[in-house]
């Protein structure tokens, strides 16, 4: 079957530095990916990994272990609107077509 | 800019009385999606459009039915709804199978009476 976890919430400080973790389990792994979704709002994309290692965007990583079936996004110097819940999204292959399964998402607060 | 746009951004209807959604593409992507979020919930795939092909998730009810006229715009129609469907739903889009990044509207937010 397919399955992925996350945390449900996190709360972190205004500077820190976050981790939001991901396992997943799948039968057609063909990438991976990290949005952010404000309350009300569409996901926005955040980073993609498909090869094992680290990905560096500005204040934002993300790792893939394929072996382990984990992931985790990086966010450093928090802000206040970094606040948003955090997705993590499989692409799966196993249906004959890629697709992208949802996790049901982070909700990080950032407080001052 | 090239974007995706949805239609109505929020619609209310009434139980069992039809409503449609629609999307809008400025991209020229070939592959458009829908999703039903309910709150606090995962994104849900309900059904894609690679080009004129439609691919239907198998545990999408047959309540909803897509059409895509043409390359720019997808509709979602809701034949008969229910409370339960009350949700955000939400049309993507990618520019090919391959799965590359996909493009978000901002998402239709629909109340049912």
């Known amino acids: 079957g397919q399955n992925i976890d996350q945390p449900t919430e996190m709360t972190a400080t205004e500077g820190a530095i976050v981790q939001i973790n991901c396992t997943y389990q799948t039968s057609g792994f063909n990438g991976l990916f990290w949005y952010q979704q404000h309350a009300g709002e569409a996901p926005t994309f955040l980073s993609y990994n498909v090869l094992d290692g680290l990905e560096e965007k500005g204040r934002f990583s993300s790792f893939l272990s394929r072996s382990k079936g984990y992931s985790y996004l990086l966010l450093k110097e928090l802000q206040m609107k970094d606040s948003a819940s955090y997705l993590c999204?499989?692409?799966?292959?196993?249906?004959?077509?890629?697709?992208?399964?949802f996790g049901a998402g982070t909700r990080l607060a950032v407080h001052p | 800019d090239a974007m995706v746009i949805q239609n109505p951004r929020y619609q209310v209807t009434q139980f069992g009385k039809p409503v449609t959604l629609s999307c809008s593409q400025t991209?020229?992507?070939?592959?458009m999606y829908w999703y039903q979020q309910k709150s606090s919930q995962a994104p849900k795939l309900l059904f894609h459009?690679?080009?004129?092909?439609?691919?239907n998730e198998a545990d999408t009810p047959d309540n909803f039915q897509s059409r895509r006229p043409n390359t720019s715009f997808c509709f979602l129609d809701i034949r008969s709804p229910g409370l339960g469907d009350a949700a955000m739903y939400l049309c993507?889009?990618?520019?090919?199978?391959?799965?590359?990044?996909?493009?978000f509207g901002p998402g239709t937010r629909l109340t049912v009476l």
């Open positions: 993507a889009t990618s520019r090919d199978k391959g799965g590359t990044e996909q493009f």
């Open positions: 999204a499989v692409r799966d292959f196993s249906g004959g077509y890629n697709k992208l399964i």
């Open positions: 459009y690679y080009d004129k092909d439609f691919n």
């Open positions: 991209l020229n992507h070939n592959v």
